[in-house]
C-alpha cells in the first residue's frame, strides 16, 4: 500500500503527458463548432497545430526559392507592430477572410574562401511577402523572418536557476573581453524576469513562449495573450468582428490554463534530441574552446533542485548554451529590437542534438532565419563578440576545422 501513491502520481504524469502530446499535435479548427474544445482557430494565422510548425520537436526551414509554392516549415515575418499587419505576417485564413500576405524569401549567393583555399558559399537572404491582402506595410516597418526553433531539452533549459543565468552574465562582463553576454530582462506578469527561450531571449517561461506562439500563430487566446482575435489589428475589422472560440467554461479564452499546462508538461518532459552526457571527445572539447566558441556557447549547466519534477531536478546538463544575448554584428542585425535586445542581438542558441537533426533532415537550417545549410556557413556568419572565434576558425588547418564541426555535430 505504501507504493500505491507514487504509482497513481507516475500514472497521472503518464496520461497527462499523452494528453498534452496529443494537444500539442492537435489541428485546431474555426469557430463556432459543436465542440468548443477544438475551435477557435485564427481568424488569421500561419499554422493549425503546434507540430505543424515543430515536427517531431523538430525546428523549421525557410522556403525554397526553387520550389514554386514552398512556404518552408513554421518561417515566419516578424514585423515591429506595423499599424494594419500588427506583428507577424498571417498567411493563412479562415473561410471568408484574407491573409496578410504570403512569406518567400530570395538568396544573393557569395563566395568565402579560407586561407588555404578551401571555399564555402553563404546565403544573403532578403525576405518578401507577396500578395499582401490589406494594402502595402507602413514605410516605418521592418521585416525579420524567422524559423521555429526545436522544443526538445526545454524543460531542462527552463530548471536553470536565473540567478545563475545573471550571475555567468556578470562574470563576463568582469572578465573585460569582447565576449559579454546580456540577460533581456522582461516584465510579465508585473514582474521582471530573465528571459531565456526564443531567438532573442524574450520568454522567460514555457508557458509564456507556448502563449505567444497561440496567439501569434494560431490565432487564439491565452492567460497571458487573452485577444481572441490573436495578432489582428484594430484595421482590420473583419478579423475583430469574425466569431471567436472564447468560452466560459474555458477561463472566456480559447486556451486556458488546463491546456497550456497539459502541453508545457508534455513540452517540459521532452529530453535533449542528442546526449545528455559530458561530451566524450576530449580533443574535440579543447579545439571548441580554443577558438573561442564555449565563451558563448557554454558548455553545462546545473539544475535546481526541483522535488516537483524530479527527473529535471539537480542534473548536470550540457547544452553548450549561456542563454545570453550576444551582439553577433550586423549580418546577422535585423533592425528589430525585442525587450533589451538590439537588433543585432541574438541568444546563444544550444547545439545539444545538431546530430540527429542532420541525419534527420539531410540538411540543416541553421540561425534565427535558416539561412545557414552546415555548421560551417552558421561559424561564418557570426560577428561582433564572435568575430575573433570565427577568424581563429578560418585559421584552422582543414582537419581541424572538421574535427571542430564533428564535434558540434556530435553535441
Same mark, same amino acid.
Given at each position: 500500500?505504501?507504493?500505491?501513491?507514487?504509482?497513481?502520481?507516475?500514472?497521472?504524469?503518464?496520461?497527462?503527458?499523452?494528453?498534452?502530446?496529443?494537444?500539442?499535435?492537435?489541428?485546431?479548427?474555426?469557430?463556432?463548432?459543436?465542440?468548443?474544445?477544438?475551435?477557435?482557430?485564427?481568424?488569421?494565422?500561419?499554422?493549425?497545430?503546434?507540430?505543424?510548425?515543430?515536427?517531431?520537436?523538430?525546428? #523549421?526551414?525557410?522556403?525554397?526559392?526553387?520550389?514554386?509554392?514552398?512556404?518552408?516549415?513554421?518561417?515566419?515575418?516578424?514585423?515591429?507592430?506595423?499599424?494594419?499587419?500588427?506583428?507577424?505576417?498571417?498567411?493563412?485564413?479562415?473561410?471568408?477572410?484574407?491573409?496578410?500576405?504570403?512569406?518567400?524569401?530570395?538568396?544573393?549567393?557569395?563566395?568565402?574562401?579560407?586561407?588555404?583555399?578551401?571555399?564555402?558559399?553563404?546565403?544573403?537572404?532578403?525576405?518578401?511577402?507577396?500578395?499582401?491582402?490589406? #494594402?502595402?506595410?507602413?514605410?516605418?516597418?521592418?521585416?525579420?523572418?524567422?524559423?521555429?526553433?526545436?522544443?526538445?531539452?526545454?524543460?531542462?533549459?527552463?530548471?536553470?536557476?536565473?540567478?545563475?543565468?545573471? =550571475?555567468?552574465?556578470?562574470?563576463?562582463?568582469?572578465?573585460?573581453?569582447?565576449?559579454?553576454?546580456?540577460?533581456?530582462?522582461?516584465?510579465?506578469?508585473?514582474?521582471?524576469?530573465? #528571459?531565456?527561450?526564443?531567438?532573442?531571449?524574450?520568454?522567460?517561461?514555457?508557458?509564456?513562449?507556448?502563449?505567444?506562439?497561440?496567439?501569434?500563430?494560431?490565432?487564439?487566446?491565452? %492567460?497571458?495573450?487573452?485577444?481572441?482575435?490573436?495578432?489582428?489589428?484594430?484595421?482590420?475589422?473583419?478579423?475583430?468582428?469574425?466569431?471567436? #472560440?472564447?468560452?466560459?467554461?474555458?477561463?472566456?479564452?480559447?486556451?486556458?490554463?488546463?491546456?497550456?499546462?497539459?502541453?508545457?508538461?508534455?513540452?517540459?518532459?521532452?529530453?535533449?534530441?542528442?546526449?545528455?552526457?559530458?561530451?566524450?571527445?576530449?580533443?574535440?572539447?579543447?579545439?571548441?574552446?580554443? =577558438?573561442?566558441?564555449?565563451?558563448?556557447?557554454?558548455?553545462?549547466? @546545473?539544475?535546481?533542485?526541483?522535488?516537483?519534477?524530479?527527473?529535471?531536478?539537480?542534473?548536470?546538463?550540457?547544452?553548450?548554451?549561456?542563454?545570453?544575448?550576444?551582439?553577433?554584428? %550586423?549580418?546577422?542585425?535585423?533592425?528589430?529590437?525585442?525587450?533589451?535586445?538590439?537588433?543585432?542581438?541574438?541568444?546563444?542558441?544550444?547545439?545539444?542534438?545538431?546530430?540527429?537533426?542532420?541525419?534527420?533532415?539531410?540538411?540543416?537550417?541553421?540561425?534565427?532565419?535558416? @539561412?545557414?545549410?552546415?555548421?560551417?556557413?552558421?561559424?561564418?556568419?557570426?560577428?561582433?563578440?564572435?568575430?575573433?572565434?570565427?577568424?581563429?576558425?578560418?585559421?584552422?588547418?582543414?582537419?581541424?576545422?572538421?574535427?571542430?564541426?564533428?564535434?558540434?555535430?556530435?553535441?
Amino acid at each position: 500500500m505504501l507504493l500505491a501513491a507514487p504509482v497513481a502520481a507516475q500514472a497521472a504524469d503518464s496520461l497527462d503527458n499523452r494528453i498534452g502530446e496529443a494537444l500539442f499535435r492537435r489541428m485546431w479548427v474555426a469557430a463556432p463548432t459543436a465542440t468548443q474544445a477544438a475551435d477557435g482557430l485564427g481568424p488569421l494565422y500561419n499554422a493549425r497545430s503546434c507540430a505543424t510548425c515543430h515536427p517531431r520537436g523538430a525546428g #523549421g526551414r525557410p522556403p525554397d526559392p526553387a520550389v514554386k509554392g514552398d512556404q518552408g516549415v513554421g518561417y515566419a515575418i516578424k514585423l515591429n507592430n506595423d499599424p494594419v499587419y500588427g506583428r507577424q505576417i498571417q498567411s493563412n485564413a479562415i473561410l471568408g477572410q484574407v491573409i496578410e500576405g504570403r512569406p518567400r524569401v530570395s538568396y544573393r549567393e557569395e563566395t568565402v574562401r579560407f586561407p588555404d583555399g578551401e571555399t564555402v558559399r553563404l546565403r544573403h537572404p532578403t525576405p518578401v511577402v507577396e500578395d499582401l491582402g490589406y #494594402g502595402p506595410l507602413a514605410e516605418a516597418t521592418v521585416m525579420s523572418a524567422r524559423v521555429p526553433p526545436r522544443v526538445h531539452g526545454m524543460g531542462l533549459l527552463d530548471r536553470i536557476p536565473a540567478g545563475a543565468i545573471e =550571475a555567468e552574465a556578470a562574470r563576463q562582463a568582469a572578465a573585460g573581453g569582447p565576449v559579454a553576454g546580456r540577460v533581456n530582462h522582461v516584465t510579465v506578469d508585473g514582474r521582471r524576469q530573465v #528571459g531565456r527561450f526564443g531567438w532573442k531571449a524574450m520568454h522567460p517561461t514555457l508557458d509564456h513562449q507556448d502563449s505567444e506562439a497561440f496567439s501569434l500563430d494560431i490565432g487564439m487566446s491565452t %492567460p497571458s495573450y487573452p485577444e481572441p482575435w490573436g495578432d489582428c489589428t484594430p484595421a482590420q475589422t473583419a478579423c475583430r468582428n469574425a466569431p471567436h #472560440g472564447d468560452s466560459k467554461q474555458f477561463e472566456g479564452l480559447e486556451i486556458p490554463s488546463t491546456v497550456i499546462g497539459l502541453i508545457d508538461g508534455y513540452l517540459r518532459d521532452l529530453p535533449p534530441d542528442g546526449s545528455l552526457e559530458a561530451p566524450k571527445d576530449k580533443a574535440g572539447t579543447a579545439l571548441f574552446a580554443d =577558438a573561442g566558441c564555449a565563451a558563448c556557447h557554454r558548455p553545462s549547466w @546545473r539544475t535546481a533542485e526541483d522535488a516537483e519534477h524530479p527527473a529535471l531536478s539537480g542534473r548536470d546538463i550540457f547544452p553548450h548554451s549561456d542563454l545570453l544575448l550576444h551582439d553577433l554584428g %550586423p549580418a546577422l542585425g535585423d533592425r528589430l529590437p525585442m525587450g533589451e535586445a538590439n537588433g543585432s542581438d541574438w541568444r546563444t542558441t544550444p547545439l545539444w542534438g545538431l546530430n540527429r537533426l542532420a541525419a534527420r533532415d539531410g540538411q540543416l537550417s541553421l540561425l534565427h532565419d535558416g @539561412r545557414a545549410r552546415s555548421v560551417t556557413e552558421a561559424i561564418l556568419w557570426h560577428g561582433g563578440e564572435a568575430e575573433a572565434a570565427k577568424e581563429r576558425f578560418m585559421a584552422m588547418p582543414a582537419g581541424e576545422r572538421k574535427r571542430l564541426v564533428r564535434y558540434v555535430l556530435g553535441l
